[in-house]
C-alpha cells in the first residue's frame, strides 16, 4: 500500500492558482510513489484552523507526509515555519515536501 501524502495550501498564496497547484503537488506525490489524499486550504491568513485540522487528520490516518506548494504557504501564520514544520514532525512524525524549494 502507498504511503498518503495530504497537502496544504494557503488561499491568499495561491492567487487564483489552486487547481494548478494541487496539480503539482499530487505530480510529486505521484513521482515519489505516494497517495495523494486530499489538500487542506486555509481560507483565512493566520488563523491555522486548516493546519490543526491537517494535523489531527496525519494522526487519524497514520499518515505522515504532507506536501506544500512551497515552504512559503508554511509562513505567515501567528506561529513561525520553522515551528510549525517541527509541530508536524513532533505531533504526526510527518516530513514536509514542497514543489519548490
Given amino acids: 500500500m502507498e504511503a498518503l501524502i495530504y497537502g496544504y ?27 495523494f489524499a486530499a ?24 499518515a505522515h507526509h504532507v506536501v506544500v506548494p512551497s515552504l512559503d504557504h508554511l509562513a505567515g501564520q501567528t506561529i513561525p ?3 510549525l514544520i517541527a509541530k508536524l514532525a513532533h505531533e504526526a512524525e510527518a516530513q514536509v515536501w514542497a514543489v519548490e524549494h
Fill in 39 to 62: 489538500t487542506f486550504h486555509e481560507s483565512t491568513p493566520g488563523d491555522g484552523t486548516a493546519f490543526a485540522e491537517l494535523t489531527a487528520e496525519l494522526k487519524r490516518a497514520d
Fill in 9 to 35: 495550501v494557503r488561499d491568499d498564496l495561491a492567487d487564483g492558482r489552486s487547481e494548478e497547484l494541487e496539480t503539482a503537488m499530487c505530480g510529486l506525490a505521484q513521482s515519489a510513489g505516494m497517495c
Fill in 81 to 83: 515555519r520553522d515551528i
